[in-house]
């Protein structure tokens, strides 16, 4: 936005005139066209001023033609309005003021913005504006989304030396509603505080408390606003309740209503649909209904009845909509929007879409009332729930007869409708034939491609979305995890985990939900608790999520836990949770805590127990072998057991030979499915297994003369970046006879190695040849989910194209680490032949370079060195696990710029060129808990400990797409480096491991460090250069150093550390795009009296930050040096950066401690947003020896950083540093 400055002149309100004196004697004209208009009979009038004009007859009065457009515009009749002012051009009267004003707000309200500037220049042509003329147009300007030009004409009025009033004020204050122009709406806030001028304007006020909610999305100081008014009113109240609700604080809603009440005001209509709708989110039943007795009371329940109709059915604990009903039948007229809030009410909140549907053609019969977009979408989405396209395309028929089949929320729901009738057909014609596609049209079409496992167009759609700019949504990831998970493709998850966090949506609460679902279902129930413990704002389906996944993974005392966590958090459970619940007793066979939670979810939580509720009873007695308890239980239900529960029980008694039951249970599932082949093969079964041979036969007999056929069993399993999906005896995939040549091959492995199949419940007259092809099926089976389990079994197909990976060079030469002896079972230690390996293949590492793969398994290894031109592959699968033995890890010598003792790290090389650690997602396991434990208790206080990954004096190095957990120390440290890339890497540490540093680029030139992820108890990255006279005499700095794509947690250090080893100097340092999370500061620079050094040209860009103890940190007094350090030795500290950064949940924005008589100087920031915690400090700015300036800042910064306007940006260079340009080669390992 262009800079703006302007000085306001001291307000003043203008006199209030009267109205232009009318005439004694009005001609005919004026006298007919009133009395048209007092009639309400506009388009009478507008007859009679034509009719008359052919015969020469005009009004002769401006104040007609003022009114006719004045109705006009009430009526949104605009081309009447346009045809008056015509009319008026053709007059011989000349407009006054007050008709000009009429005009311009004819226009802009009809969008005519070319229009309204006609009138308004020509009404300075003539010397007519007013105050009215110039708001009028600032809030056309506005109103048709030229909010900069509406400032900029305020800043024209301002400059003719007029004093603006209310309305002035009101139109461009609502013109810094724009989150771009809310910088400038501030200044005149400013000015109108210095004098008070709102406090006793209420437009003024409602102005402003609206660009904060809009603009800023801060509720705090619009209250502020609020709460500095003296001059409330209904309006006022009303405003801030609506906009609570707006933004998602239902409870404050109610809260305001309760200190307006007791404040003396009263209600209108308008008040109480807000309150209602808060009732709704709350599902505060008993505050509703008195609010709604009020509301009879006050007269005004028929004014609220589409909002009573909206509580009551949100509100419906029990499933019941009769308030809900009779709230509606009471209501005198029926307007479509209280035949939606019903017919929405019935689909969404009590799964009644049947009834939703007959509500829908009940309306459509009455006649008296038309479906509206929202009426259609509603009936679409109840279609959708009952999987009944049938009628839903009966409904389509009425959209297209109404003419609204084409509106986007309509047309969206016939896509979700066919959806989630699985007729993915007709929703994609439906989602091409839409001439507009929205994000919701393609967030819509690509779930229905994940709910069919249709993966391909899935991220297909997600591209699109992305190349369109549409800007991806938390329900776009849902959807996309939800059904990576279906497929348990943990690596694409793990891939959408990683642009969920570079689009900031890591703490969005449904993708949050989403993949703690995902990791539950792809076996990674750890890290799903991990997602699970950093969620800030937890709801009933992340609890839900959390303890499924624990009873999926078979930890039912942790979902005891979780689920008495849940409960002390004060959330709800819901029916989802129970089932979980029921399920985790039911694996383990706790019978009496299932009863208790089965028993306490109706006398508890008013959670009525469904079919699936009593499943789980059933399973979990008949587990604990308690037929007739399970019988007797499924007798005395209060419905009739369906399919799942009687098939439930037959599992049972086939598992415990019972054939009596077994008898009971089938005839009762044929009864409600005769063609359920599941009963005839398991009553089949267990008759074979009691030795009743005929009676078996008989039902397989059944069986073929009736045609079923047991459905074949899926899977799918993840090849490379692939899914793919195999049936039993499936013959369709491209690799077929590879696939099958394996499987004979481990067929007959598994035979001399003494397998044999468990046959007791294969009929015992199947021929030989039979027995031996459902061996095979099984066996198919069970080599798929193993391929599924262990990437490395993929080798069977993959293994002669082998892995594609990039790096900087790719090899000739290669070795498995097998091939040196090694054994991956995690106790053998492999330190010989990690060492062997890298020994024997050095030599031809100068002939086009060599690599070594690890192999899936568990290795565990002491430290070892590599060598150069040389590639260490860690496969998926793949753990390289660090020895503790400490033996394992000699003293090496200390670095010539610091002073400390060391043990070598686990992987070490030095003076090396050409070196690549990398992988497909393999791991590096530092084991570090027992070195961390040693020196809490004072080991190790004058060595470093063992790093995971250090490489000294070298260059080109790539380290890239490798996991790192649990290091001794730090985890990648390159030093007196050149041409280093760092990319792809995972580190992960629990918060509170002792110096477990991500990644150290220390005295490195030409560093490259993107697309890594860092949960730490120390520093995400913390760039350094040597400490005090160390470094200062090697003196190699750091320099080209380009950070990108970075996310980190660290709730107790720097996302990025500068110093405060940073004696050798620290220079040109380019760090952009980065996600912070529950880190205790983004970029702290850290340094001392005595370091010496510099740190200067840093330039940081496009920062998230959420749950932040401190923005900007700089320390000046890092006491920690060496013995011997100069005290004389300064550092210089100098242009430092800061631009486009956002931060959520502040404590305290900046602590900036420079060093008396050495100050940081030239420190820039622009465009940072820091929304404060509840707890945050009073002092937010503790700025001290230190210089620099400020733009578009808030909160406002320290006065030893004043603001240049909001013009002014902090520079970030646009150049490369060269490892950036730097393009990888494919290779393979």
């Not at 009371?297 to 009573?308: E, F, I, N, P, Y």
């Not at 679409?380 to 986007?408: E, I, Y």
């Not at 550390?1057 to 620079?1085: F, P």
Request: glycine share 6%; charged share 20%; proline share 4%.
């Amino acid at each position: 936005m262009a800079m703006i400055s302007f000085s306001l002149p001291s307000p003043a309100k203008l006199p209030v005139t009267s109205p232009p004196s009318v005439p004694n004697r009005i001609n005919i004209a004026d006298r007919l066209i009133l009395r048209h208009l007092n009639a309400g009979d506009l388009r009478g009038a507008i007859s009679s001023l034509d009719l008359m004009a052919r015969d020469g007859i005009r009004p002769t009065d401006s104040a007609t033609f003022s009114t006719l457009l004045k109705s006009c515009i009430r009526a949104r009749d605009f081309r009447l309005g346009k045809l008056v002012h015509s009319r008026l051009a053709e007059s011989d009267i000349e407009p006054d003021s007050v008709l000009y004003n009429s005009l311009i707000s004819l226009y802009s309200k009809s969008g005519d913005l070319a229009g309204a500037e006609d009138v308004f220049e020509t009404m300075g042509r003539i010397g007519k504006r007013d105050n009215v003329s110039w708001s009028a147009m600032m809030a056309c300007y506005g109103n048709n989304g030229k909010e900069l030009d509406a400032i900029k004409l305020f800043v024209g009025f301002l400059e003719l030396g007029l004093v603006p009033n209310d309305y002035c004020y009101t139109a461009v204050i609502r013109a810094c509603s724009n989150p771009e122009n809310v910088a400038v709406g501030r200044v005149i806030l400013g000015f109108l505080m210095k004098t008070g001028y709102f406090e006793s304007d209420v437009c003024v006020g409602c102005s402003l408390i609206d660009m904060f909610v809009k603009g800023e999305n801060n509720l705090e100081n619009a209250y502020k606003v609020f709460d500095q008014m003296s001059d409330l009113n209904v309006v006022t109240w009303t405003l801030m309740i609506t906009r609570c609700m707006q933004m998602g604080f239902p409870k404050e809603a109610v809260r305001f209503f309760l200190d307006m009440v007791l404040s003396g005001f009263e209600a209108d209509k308008f008040t109480l649909s807000s309150v209602f709708s808060a009732c709704a989110e709350l599902e505060d039943m008993s505050f509703g209904k008195q609010l709604h007795s009020w509301a009879i009371r006050s007269g005004m329940a028929d004014d609220v009845g589409c909002s009573l109709v909206d509580m009551y059915a949100k509100c419906s604990a029990d499933g019941s909509l009769d308030d809900c009903r009779k709230v509606f039948d009471r209501m005198e007229d029926h307007s479509v929007m209280s035949w939606t809030a019903l017919i929405t009410g019935y689909m969404q909140r009590c799964n009644l879409d049947a009834e939703a549907i007959n509500l829908f053609c009940e309306m459509i019969s009455q006649g008296r009332v038309q479906p509206n977009h929202f009426t259609f979408s509603s009936a679409f989405k109840a279609c959708g729930n009952l999987s009944d396209p049938r009628v839903g395309k009966q409904v389509l028929g009425h959209a297209f007869k109404r003419g609204l089949a084409s509106n986007s929320s309509v047309a969206n729901s016939v896509i979700s409708m066919f959806v989630k009738s699985d007729m993915m057909e007709d929703a994609r014609r439906a989602f091409e034939s839409l001439s507009e596609k929205n994000l919701v049209s393609y967030n819509t079409f690509l779930d229905g491609a994940c709910r069919s496992l249709d993966f391909e167009e899935a991220f297909e759609l997600f591209h699109e979305i992305t190349e369109r700019e549409l800007g991806v949504s938390a329900f776009t990831f849902a959807s996309l995890l939800s059904g990576v998970a279906s497929v348990g493709s943990i690596r694409k998850g793990e891939q959408l985990h990683s642009q969920v966090v570079k689009l900031g949506l890591s703490c969005n609460q449904p993708v949050c939900n989403a993949l703690i679902s995902m990791y539950s279902k792809c076996g990674s129930i750890d890290t799903a608790s991990r997602v699970f413990n950093l969620m800030e704002d937890r709801n009933v389906i992340s609890w839900t999520s959390m303890i499924t996944g624990f009873a999926k993974h078979g930890f039912a005392k942790r979902v005891l836990e979780t689920f008495n966590q849940m409960m002390e958090a004060g959330v709800k459970p819901n029916e989802v949770t129970y089932v979980a619940i029921l399920s985790a007793c039911s694996h383990v066979g706790l019978v009496s805590e299932g009863w208790r939670n089965f028993k306490s979810m109706y006398e508890d939580h008013k959670i009525k127990p469904k079919m699936e509720h009593y499943a789980c009873m059933v399973d979990l007695l008949c587990r604990s072998g308690l037929l007739t308890d399970a019988f007797e239980f499924i007798n005395t239900m209060p419905f009739q057991a369906d399919v799942l529960v009687w098939r439930t029980f037959l599992g049972a008694c086939r598992v415990h030979s019972n054939t009596e039951f077994g008898e009971i249970a089938s005839r009762k599932i044929l009864e409600l499915d005769p063609n359920e082949p599941a009963a005839y093969i398991q009553l089949s079964n267990i008759y074979a297994s009691t030795g009743k041979w005929e009676e078996s036969a008989e039902m397989r007999k059944k069986m073929k003369e009736r045609n079923l056929v047991k459905e074949g069993g899926c899977s799918w399993i993840e090849v490379g970046d692939k899914v793919h999906k195999f049936y039993v005896g499936d013959t369709s995939h491209p690799n077929t006879h590879r696939i099958y040549d394996e499987l004979d091959r481990l067929i007959r492995e598994i035979k001399r190695c003494g397998y044999v199949p468990d046959t007791d419940l294969v009929l015992h007259k199947l021929e030989e040849e039979d027995d031996m092809k459902m061996i095979q099926t099984s066996l198919c089976i069970l080599v798929v989910l193993t391929v599924s389990g262990f990437p490395m079994m993929e080798s069977s197909v993959e293994s002669k194209k082998g892995i594609e990976y990039m790096a900087m060079q790719c090899r000739k030469h290669k070795a498995v680490l097998t091939d040196f002896g090694a054994v991956g079972d995690g106790k053998t230690s492999n330190t010989k032949a990690f060492r062997d390996a890298i020994a024997k293949l050095t030599p031809q590492a100068a002939d086009g370079g060599v690599q070594l793969i690890v192999p899936p398994g568990n290795w565990l290894t002491g430290s070892f060195n590599l060598t150069s031109h040389f590639t260490l592959f860690i496969q998926q699968g793949a753990t390289i696990l660090a020895s503790q033995v400490e033996s394992e890890y000699p003293m090496i010598p200390r670095l010539p710029s610091y002073g400390d003792a060391r043990f070598a790290s686990l992987i070490y090389g030095t003076n090396l060129t050409d070196v690549v650690i990398t992988g497909n997602k393999g791991t590096i396991n530092g084991q570090g808990k027992s070195w961390w434990l040693k020196y809490r208790s004072g080991g190790f206080n004058l060595i470093s400990r063992p790093l995971l990954i250090e490489i000294l004096y070298s260059e080109n190095v790539q380290i890239s797409d490798i996991n790192l957990i649990d290091s001794p120390m730090w985890n990648i440290h390159p030093v007196y480096c050149t041409n280093v890339i760092i990319k792809n890497i995972k580190i992960d540490a629990p918060i509170d491991s002792p110096n477990t540093d991500g990644i150290n680029p220390d005295s490195c030139t030409n560093t490259l460090i993107e697309d890594c992820s860092v949960t730490s108890g120390d520093d995400c990255i913390a760039v350094k250069s040597g400490i005090d006279q160390y470094g200062i005499a090697t003196a190699i700095p750091t320099q080209q150093l380009s950070i990108r794509r970075l996310t980190c947690v660290s709730p107790d250090s720097a996302g990025i550390a500068i110093g405060s080893e940073m004696s050798g100097g620290i220079k040109d340092v380019r760090i952009e795009d980065v996600t912070l999370i529950n880190t205790q500061s983004a970029i702290r620079i850290k340094t001392a009296i005595g370091r010496g050094g510099y740190v200067k040209d840093i330039f940081a860009r496009r920062f998230t930050m959420k749950n932040m103890k401190y923005v900007f940190w700089m320390t000046g007094s890092y006491k920690l040096h060496p013995i011997g350090f100069d005290p004389n030795a300064l550092p210089e500290i100098r242009n430092i950066n800061y631009r486009d950064m956002t931060a959520d949940n502040v404590t305290i924005s900046a602590k900036l401690e420079g060093i008396k008589k050495d100050p940081f100087t030239g420190i820039c920031m622009s465009n940072v947003t820091m929304d404060l915690s509840p707890t945050t400090k009073k002092l937010q700015w503790n700025c001290t020896d230190v210089a620099g300036v400020t733009s578009r800042v808030k909160p406002e910064p320290c006065s030893l950083l004043p603001s240049k306007g909001p013009a002014m940006d902090c520079h970030f260079p646009t150049d490369k540093i060269p490892i950036e340009s730097v393009v990888l080669n494919k290779c393979t390992a």
